[in-house]
């Protein structure tokens, strides 16, 4: 029909906005056609596109004038039986005053962007506006997407509660499950599930509008959303039927959407709402510390110690470094109603020790406010513990100068000191159990003032009550992913200032605050990126490539990005795809022209369509493509889910002080590392490795129900074993529904998998992760010297020149194998591979042909299972990859 034309149009003109363009092939039959059809495609195209964008221009101003009405007409009002409290509480948000001009906006222009601070009522407001205007009364309904899933979830339920309405009308739905009804009239939505309705219905019927919120996070679901609705948009307008988009964002900066000449023919308006935000005193050290852990200790003391009440916002960069500071001011200040996470269990069960303690604690500062210090310097403050105080002295940062500029705003405030007032101190990071990190929101105990340790996550998407005070050490963790090798690192960084200024904006939501900034002023400004980087520039994109493939949008580098992703990223990706065989390269038997960069005109396979439909790597997308033989599926699918969860295995903190506790953590750690080894077993059940105990834990979980008590037990981190039984469940739906006759179910009671299956296993994963083989380098002879001794047990592999070395926490790192798969490097100490299997030699000439290359030419396809004899032969000698192993001659059964 003339309509799935007109959106084939647009999907392949995503990726045209060069004069000089090439038609992409409109559909299916074509892409699958002889390259002789595509080179007569290519030449007519040109042509084609101008004449037929010359008709649409026409076509399209003549709809607009038919269609005028539907954007001029006039708001209507459907009133809603809003509780008085609801209604009051409503009337205080700032966005309320801005009703009038937001709707306007959205009347005039399809695309409208919104900035206002966190808590100014954006989520929460703005579907109500748009539903009261009517904007779910005609033929769409109102969609909102999120880039975190609580958000879509409690962003529901509170709206459906301000609106009272029920939840069959403010819904939700999020990867694994929603209540959305036919009556829906406001569907909250995590953005990739959004990105997967457009794979299936590109013109987004179902909506009246789009709010894409939390822009400003800039997840790549959110950035490719918005790329896509750019095209969508005025499409719908052409038939009529237009779809507003409202881009909602806490910060302002916008200019990748505004001033981003690929995106939005023109520039939509950005309206600002004005916050409830009250003045926050901002303090930067006068030097910037090299222990800057040490310096946020120091400084929370001092707050606590000089400062008016008012509860303390800290941030620092990781769960450890969290971990660490609260136990460090549980210690100082101790709280008998310290409750935030499992160390204080211990600390109730000791109380009356505990509360002993504190006291001393107290009169011990009591005494020493008392003493005749100089001036207010915390680094003469001696109630410090000996060891921490020698901790605490190996920072070069804090000297009086630095600390004189505080001094001053303390010295105003010193009648107000509390003295000795208990802390209140609790933790919150993102892998933290979702109870805990809801008792950041409770008031303090009575007499406590009430410290959150935090990492970023309370920068903009939590909304913590009650902070006056802001430190912020300036420092942020990101996992940063090379491009080239896949190696990834974990590296502390200054954050932007952005991030830096939402930080300080946290202590100014209920008063007057004070944030007070671990680093010069130098260094915020020479130092500090002005943003912080999207996260479409900072991992890999070929789950993203092979979607945008799956749409037919062939030139993924034209797309439109808000920001596109490295180039180099790209043609890895693309690298990627083709050698997993999910994407075939076009070869243009007549085009003369020299190739651009990253102009490579690959096209999705069938084997690529199948892998696209598994919301997984792509890499484990082949394995599942793969699994359909011996019964293997439900193995694979375990496997599969327990790879896409990060983190699976809690990784206890190393404690730094008393002999005890590292005894204790030590005899943890074994006892755990035990049970991993007992669930990978011996013989072939060994040689599956890290996959192995990954299996034997999914089914162990299930066969109990998954309960916390057992995940603790046996070192497996509760809220990851959730997610993984949910992914399980939604991969075996989806294998269903893929592979016709594939017959999975979750079974509680999964058997392990026999001999013969395990090595299929191991041959499936080597499917997937071929580029990643390492081999073991041999041992350093006798007599070497240091640098070769350093060698020992290290490893080889295809994407990097360093030599790489077995984790410590594998089961295979006793073991050595001669060759082993790995699922990813990550560098600490080492460059260690982590996710270990053993895998034989000979497999690589079968399983990974295409980083090999071949003494004599390779039959064309591949050497296949011989159904007469029942083998695969291939005699011939191989290198793999440029490591140049030679590789024995295949033989296989
Ligand atoms: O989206 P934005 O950050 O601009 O604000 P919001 O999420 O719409 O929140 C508006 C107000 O409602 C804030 O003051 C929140 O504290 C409050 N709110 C709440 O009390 N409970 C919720 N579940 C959500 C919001
Ligand atoms: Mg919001």
């Known amino acids: 029909s003339s309509d799935e034309e007109d959106i084939q149009k647009t999907i392949n003109s995503v990726c045209i906005v060069t004069e000089e363009t090439e038609k992409s092939d409109p559909s299916d039959q074509q892409i699958q056609s002889a390259n002789t059809e595509a080179v007569t495609c290519v030449k007519e195209s040109a042509n084609s596109i101008k004449e037929i964008e010359k008709k649409e221009v026409k076509k399209d101003t003549a709809k607009v004038k038919e269609n005028e009405h539907v954007d001029s007409k006039p708001a209507v009002n459907i009133p809603l039986d809003r509780k008085p409290t609801v209604q009051a509480a409503r009337l205080k948000l700032p966005i309320l005053s801005e009703e009038q001009s937001i709707m306007e906006a959205i009347h005039d222009s399809p695309v409208v962007i919104l900035c206002g601070e966190t808590g100014s009522g954006k989520t929460t407001q703005v579907p109500q506006f748009l539903y009261e ?196 001011l549980r210690k100082m200040f101790p709280a008998t109603q310290n409750t935030g996470d499992s160390l204080e269990k211990k600390e109730e069960g000791i109380a009356p020790n505990s509360m002993k303690k504190g006291r001393r604690g107290r009169k011990k500062q009591n005494s020493e406010s008392k003493a005749p210090l100089p001036k207010i310097d915390l680094d003469n403050y001696s109630i410090l513990p000996l060891d921490e105080e020698a901790d605490l002295h190996v920072t070069h940062g804090s000297d009086s100068e630095e600390t004189s500029e505080d001094e001053e705003d303390m010295e105003e405030i010193e009648a107000d000191v509390t003295g000795g007032q208990p802390m209140y101190v609790l933790p919150l990071y993102s892998l933290l159990a979702a109870d805990k990190q809801r008792k ?25 009550p009650n902070i006056r005070y802001v430190v912020d050490t300036g420092k942020v963790k990101t996992k940063f992913y090379d491009k080239v090798t896949g190696v990834s690192t974990f590296k502390v960084t200054w954050t932007s200032k952005a991030s830096a200024n939402q930080r300080a904006g946290r202590a100014g939501r209920t008063g007057p605050g004070h944030c007070y900034r671990l680093y010069s002023s130098a260094v915020f400004n020479d130092e500090f990126e002005k943003f912080s980087p999207p996260e479409i520039t900072r991992r890999p994109v070929d789950d993203l490539i092979l979607q945008m493939k799956d749409m037919n949008i062939d030139k993924v580098i034209n797309f439109p990005y808000p920001t596109p992703p490295d180039e180099e990223a790209l043609k890895a990706a693309e690298k990627l ?214 060698l020992k047990n290290s490893y080889q592999c295809m994407a990097l020149e360093d030599h790489v070395f077995i984790h410590p926490h594998s089961v295979l790192y006793k073991e050595k194998p001669d060759y082993v798969l790995y699922q990813e490097i990550v560098e600490t100490s080492k460059l260690y591979m982590k996710g270990i299997t053993v895998i034989e030699p000979e497999w690589l000439s079968t399983y990974a042909p295409q980083h090999c290359t071949f003494s004599k030419p390779l039959e064309d396809p591949p050497p296949r299972y011989n159904a007469k004899t029942g083998t695969v032969v291939c005699h011939m000698t191989a290198l793999y990859g440029r490591c140049s192993w030679q590789l024995p001659a295949v033989e296989l059964e």
């Open 133 to 328: 205007a009517g904007f779910a009364h005609g033929t769409g309904i109102i969609g909102v997407t999120e880039p975190r899933r609580v958000a879509a979830i409690s962003m529901s339920y509170r709206v459906a509660e301000e609106m009272n309405l029920s939840s069959r009308m403010v819904s939700y739905q999020i990867r694994y499950e929603g209540n959305v009804t036919d009556d829906t009239k406001i569907k909250f939505m995590t953005d990739g599930v959004l990105l997967k309705e457009v794979q299936k219905d590109f013109l987004l019927t179902k909506y009246s509008v789009i709010i894409i919120d939390e822009a400003h996070e800039r997840s790549v679901y959110t950035d490719i959303l918005i790329g896509l609705l750019s095209r969508i948009v005025p499409l719908r307008h052409k038939k009529g039927n237009p779809l507003k988009l409202v881009i909602m964002s806490a910060t302002l900066r916008v200019e990748d959407f505004t001033e981003n000449q690929r995106l939005f023919r023109e520039t939509p308006p950005v309206i600002k709402v004005d916050s409830r935000q009250f003045p926050v005193s901002i303090h930067f050290n006068k030097r910037t510390p090299d222990d800057y852990l040490g310096e946020t200790f120091r400084k929370i003391c001092k707050i606590h110690r000089m400062l008016p009440e008012g509860g303390i916002l800290v941030f620092v960069t990781g769960q450890q470094e969290v971990h660490t500071l609260c136990k460090k």
């Open 440 to 464: 950041v929101f409770n008031p303090p105990p009575e007499g406590c003032r009430l410290c959150i340790v935090s990492t970023n996550v309370a920068e903009t998407s939590l909304t913590i």
């Open 577 to 790: 795809l083709i050698s997993l065989g999910a994407l075939e390269e076009v070869k243009k038997t007549s085009g003369k022209k020299e190739k651009q960069p990253g102009d490579s005109s690959s096209r999705i396979s069938p084997l690529g369509r199948a892998m696209a439909c598994f919301p997984v790597s792509p890499r484990y997308g082949k394995m599942l493509s793969l699994g359909h033989q011996h019964d293997l599926l439900p193995y694979v699918i375990a496997i599969v889910s327990a790879l896409s969860v990060q983190e699976l295995f809690i990784e206890y903190e190393k404690p730094h002080n008393s002999e005890e506790e590292k005894e204790e953590f030590k005899q943890k750690r074994i006892r755990i590392m035990q049970q991993r080894k007992t669930w990978a077993g011996s013989g072939h059940s060994l040689l599956l490795g890290d996959l192995m105990a990954l299996l034997k834990a999914v089914g162990a979980c299930e066969y109990i129900g998954c309960s916390p008590q057992f995940c603790d037990k046996h070192g497996l981190r509760y809220k990851a074993m959730v997610e993984v039984r949910k992914l399980r469940a939604q991969l075996t739906n989806t294998v269903n529904s893929v592979i016709p006759d594939a017959n999975v179910f979750v079974d509680p009671k999964m058997q392990p998998p026999t001999d013969l299956q395990a090595k299929l296993l191991r041959q499936i994963v080597l499917a997937g992760l071929a580029d990643r083989v390492a081999r073991r380098v041999p041992d350093p002879p006798p007599g070497a010297d240091e640098s070769q001794k350093k």
